[in-house]
């Protein structure tokens, strides 16, 4: 007996849109099924599953309404939202009923969104002779069960989702699908005022509280301060460089907000002379813009979250993460835009604030996960704080800022790729510079050689160096200098040995002394690295 469920789970830009639309072709060809609905986040996206349908061979009604009840016999299917269906399920399920249909859920994950999303989905498409969800990021982890998705007991009271097939970014990267993705990670003193009135001061991505922590990545983020006209200068020169490579490459800049976003775009029409798009997700002419845009020869776009998940731009391939929004699920859909290669060799590069959230999912991109039912009676306090450490884009109580940024630098701290940091004092232009067009593991190559050159220049010092005085500057720019070195020595460590992070942190604390890097004084710091390079010069 056929099944009527399939669940696939398939990284961003592998191409789920035609594995779908493939299969809905051969049901209909084989005359098992008589219609398709395709049910998606957004409405642009209803138009971009018509044109893809349309190269296929299927018609489908990307302009239905709820109000005008029946389709036109012109099409063989229909597209619609999921706030459609919420809207009016009985219809829906009588449009089920009439024809043996095929559902395709598009990021299905939406249909958990809300209960009575879920309840308007089952009850819709219960009577459809087959399902097929589709999905490209993880699960949210609530407790609204996702329909038509088959779920298995843990041996801990929780009940985990069941994919019937999964394709990572790994194999798909094996394969050529998808983009290597180079991440560069950009720090900085930043500056502002808590609404007690005090002026704090941290580096990004230092040790920090929580709040602390949300302040310094929202000033970072201030189109007023230097941080971000720094980034986007830096971006568009790794543009430049892609374009040798790719000549209609483009770039996309992932705003929190329509003011950010508009204050973005004005300073990227300085840096580059040129307008960029600007895509809003309150403008009615958006998705004319994306489609406008996916054609044209343009060098950038600047959006909200409208670009976010699902819509297919295969040009763009330099990105800039400048929102505050810190979950899991967004940053796998805002990354995923920059993946779908078009022929082998393409690479993709994001630039992101250098904030441990950020850099921990950077360093987890292949990681694949099942959506978790918990327990309603569950409570577990550490990772309700995790959780609530990672959530950083709901509004401020009664609309009263919390701070105030009064200022932010910007200097280059690591990249990150295949799992592995590379950058020590290495120069910004040396990352930026990297060919366009490089297979995975020329990529690999390249970055492992500079990192190395890092290490040797270092051992090469002569033996006073070491113990020379440093410049004067203020003691929280020293700490901040000394653990960029050190982390970018220890990351170049660990690519020569082997050996995990953590295990060369606990080797030089054995060897040196001291606490933890987090609370370590210079002179132990300075001690630690100077370590490193007597075993790079000895070749332990």
């Not at 999964?166 to 991440?183: E, M, N, S, W």
């Not at 998705?287 to 044209?296: D, E, L, P, V």
Request: contains cysteine; proline residues 6%.
């Amino acid at each position: 007996m056929p099944r009527r469920d399939f669940l696939l789970v398939a990284t961003p830009g592998a191409g789920k849109t035609a594995f779908a639309l493939t299969v809905a072709a051969e049901l209909l060809a084989r005359r098992e099924i008589a219609a398709v609905t395709v049910v998606t986040p957004t409405e642009h996206l209803k138009h971009q599953w018509a044109q893809a349908a349309h190269r296929l061979g299927i018609s489908m009604d990307s302009g239905y309404r709820n109000a005008q009840g029946r389709v036109s016999a012109d099409f063989t299917a229909v597209a619609v939202t999921y706030a459609q269906v919420a809207a009016h399920p009985a219809l829906h399920r009588q449009r089920t009923e009439n024809r043996r249909t095929l559902v395709i859920f598009d990021e299905i994950h939406h249909a958990g969104d809300a209960l009575s999303w879920g309840e308007a989905v089952r009850e819709s498409f219960e009577p459809a002779l087959r399902r097929m969800g589709l999905t490209g990021t993880p699960f949210r982890s609530d407790a609204n069960p996702i329909p038509f998705v088959t779920y298995v007991d843990d041996p801990d009271g929780t009940r985990r989702s069941s994919s019937d097939y999964v394709y990572g970014y790994g194999p798909a990267l094996g394969d050529g699908i998808v983009r290597p993705v180079i991440f560069l990670a950009y720090s900085g003193e930043m500056r502002w005022r808590t609404r007690a009135g005090d002026e704090i001061a941290a580096t990004l991505g230092a040790p920090m509280t929580a709040e602390q922590l949300a302040q310094a990545w929202r000033t970072a983020l201030d189109p007023h301060g230097e941080w971000v006209a720094r980034v986007l200068e830096a971006a568009d020169r790794r543009l430049t460089e892609v374009r040798r490579g790719m000549p209609d490459a483009a770039g996309l800049v992932i705003a929190g907000d329509h003011a950010d976003a508009r204050a973005y775009a004005a300073l990227l029409r300085r840096v580059t002379g040129t307008r960029p798009v600007v895509v809003l997700s309150d403008d009615p002419a958006a998705s004319r813009k994306i489609a406008a845009f996916t054609g044209s020869d343009d060098r950038w776009m600047v959006a909200v979250r409208m670009v976010s998940e699902g819509v297919d731009i295969p040009r763009l391939a330099v990105g800039v993460f400048a929102t505050s929004v810190s979950t899991a699920l967004f940053f796998a859909q805002a990354v995923g835009r920059f993946v779908r290669a078009r022929r082998r060799g393409e690479t993709a590069s994001v630039f992101l604030p250098s904030v441990p959230v950020l850099l921990g999912y950077a360093a987890e991109l292949e990681a694949e996960r099942d959506h978790v039912l918990r327990r309603r009676d569950d409570d577990d306090p550490e990772r309700e704080l995790a959780e609530a450490q990672r959530q950083r884009d709901t509004p401020d109580q009664a609309g009263e800022a919390p701070f105030t940024a009064l200022g932010a630098s910007a200097h280059f701290d690591r990249v990150l790729y295949d799992g592995g940091e590379f950058g020590a004092s290495a120069e910004e232009e040396d990352f930026l510079g990297l060919p366009g067009l490089l297979e995975p593991e020329q990529v690999a190559v390249l970055l492992r050689k500079r990192q190395a050159g890092q290490l040797t220049k270092g051992a090469a010092a002569p033996a006073g160096a070491a113990g020379a005085a440093p410049s004067p500057r203020p003691a929280r720019e020293t700490l901040a200098a000394l653990r960029k070195e050190l982390n970018g020595l220890i990351a170049a460590w660990h690519h020569r040995s082997g050996q995990p992070h953590g295990v060369i942190h606990a080797e030089l604390r054995r060897a040196c002394g001291g606490p933890p890097l987090a609370e370590a004084t210079a002179d132990q710091m300075r001690a630690r690295i100077g370590m490193l390079r007597r075993w790079a010069s000895s070749g332990r």
